[in-house]
């Protein structure tokens, strides 16, 4: 996990990944003329100056550079709303320690659709708020929640003349006290799956939180960016830098 930090108030905005020692992946909402400007990184409770781990304590990392997916866009009006080609890759002006506690999460290298991933349990984390027009978090949480299938999403936010297109997935889950769903703090924090990867389970970036409809609604999931369709720009961009 990484905090993106900012020049501006509020300093702590959107989440991210570490996908290499020297990258993260976020979403293309998340840049703007206040940054990112910093990367924390190896930290859990971002209120306290006593570390989690005096063996790796967290760690602040300047930006190189923040690249948005060249066709990212924002719709505001009309049938077609919604945030599109919602990625970003960010570089650090040096190389990452990796350690137990600061290390990549695995991208995929064979590509999915979407809707191959209706009903897969995964996982969100971040700082952000836990519920709607509250406060964010100091604290990091993280929660377990289910790929709605696509054709549901689609016809849910169709409804509020709200796309969902083939290169987003969307996921939501349920507990007692009502839904369970990403919230404002959380965008460009990972979608994560856990998979077999030679006989051990792997943490993967299935997606990127993107937006939704409020936080915690149980009939408007939350919606994200398919990271498996963006594997060719990830590469090349990576590859170029």
Not at 32 to 52: F, Q
Not at 65 to 80: D, L, M, Q, T, W
Not at 182 to 195: A, K, Q, V
């Amino acid at each position: 996990m990484a905090l993106l930090q900012y020049s501006s108030e509020p300093i702590n905005r959107c989440g991210g990944a570490i996908i290499n020692d020297r990258w993260i992946l976020t979403a293309a909402h998340c840049i703007n003329s206040a940054g990112p400007v910093k990367v924390l990184l190896g930290d859990l409770n971002i209120a306290t100056t006593t570390e989690e781990s005096t063996q790796y304590p967290p760690r602040v990392y300047n930006v190189e550079k923040a690249i948005k997916h060249p066709e990212y866009k924002r719709v505001f009006r009309g049938n077609g709303k919604g945030l599109f080609n919602d990625i970003a890759l960010v570089k650090l002006t040096e190389r990452i320690s990796i350690s137990p506690v600061m290390k990549p999460l695995c991208i995929s290298d064979s590509s999915r659709l979407a809707s191959d991933l209706d009903g897969q349990q995964v996982y969100v984390a971040g700082w952000g708020a836990t519920e709607f027009a509250g406060p964010t978090e100091a604290l990091m949480q993280w929660a377990r929640i289910n790929v709605t299938r696509h054709a549901q999403c689609q016809e849910t936010y169709s409804r509020q003349n709200t796309a969902v297109d083939n290169t987003q997935i969307c996921a939501n889950g349920e507990n007692d006290l009502g839904g369970v769903d990403t919230c404002r703090g959380d965008s460009g924090g990972p979608l994560m799956e856990r998979r077999n990867h030679r006989n051990r389970l792997t943490w993967y970036a299935a997606g990127v939180v993107s937006f939704g409809s409020g936080c915690g609604n149980v009939n408007f999931p939350g919606v994200y960016t398919h990271v498996e369709s963006f594997l060719d720009w990830i590469g090349c961009t990576v590859a170029k830098d």
